[in-house]
């Protein structure tokens, strides 16, 4: 193997993974949404539980994404404000979220992003959240549990996509408090969301596969002399 194939293959290994998006709660209801948390005024705490079994494995968040297809409201803008973004494992499910905030809250509780969202906004936009530290979620350990504080967002609603209206589904529930005057449940309903990851077991990348063609080609001219 000469020193090119091997300087090609070191680098191969520096590469991370293909990003992905894990999307839970397509498809979305039809012409409506929802603009708790991150799209209208709104002051207190949410959580969102994404049930286990809507995940096919382990995977590394990195960011998370948000979809206005259904609903327009004109909004030109996300919400002003700060916003800390939790994630943990949690045996809470769509249907058992209690509204008590600390109740739901997994061991693991990591904040993964504490900055403002706010941006010029048009209706089809996606509102993307890359995370300032990765959470690695195993489904086998127990559900995924969303944790959103903010303090006085003023926004003029954006309305995100949504699943469970008019009927419930069996992998999203939500609670929430806006001014914290009293926490509301919804089981079965919230935020379609897109998770933005990293796979584990990465596939070949690109420099991997340049490296491999290369060994290919000193391969095939070595036969031939």
Known sequence: MTKIALS?????????ATAGVVVIGNPPDAGTGNCYPF???YSGEYQQ???AS???GPITI??????????????????????AISLSTTSADWNTLSPTFASNI?????EVFNASIEQSWAFGDTLTITFSTPFSYNPGNGNLLLDVVTDSSIGTGVYFDTNGNSTPNTILGRVYCDDCTSNGVDNGYGLVTGFVT?????EPGTMTLAALGLLGTLALRRRRS
Do not use: I, K, M
């Open 8 to 16: 090609l293959l070191a680098l191969a290994a520096l590469y991370p």
């Open 106 to 110: 997994g061991g693991d509780n990591t």
């Open 39 to 41: 799209g209208c005024t």
């Open 49 to 51: 539980v994404y049930t």
């Open 54 to 56: 809507a995940f096919t």
């Open 198 to 202: 990293g796979s584990s077991t990465p």
């Open 62 to 83: 990195s960011g998370l994404e948000f979809f206005n297809t259904q609903y327009n409201s004109g909004a030109t803008s996300t919400p002003t404000g700060n916003y």
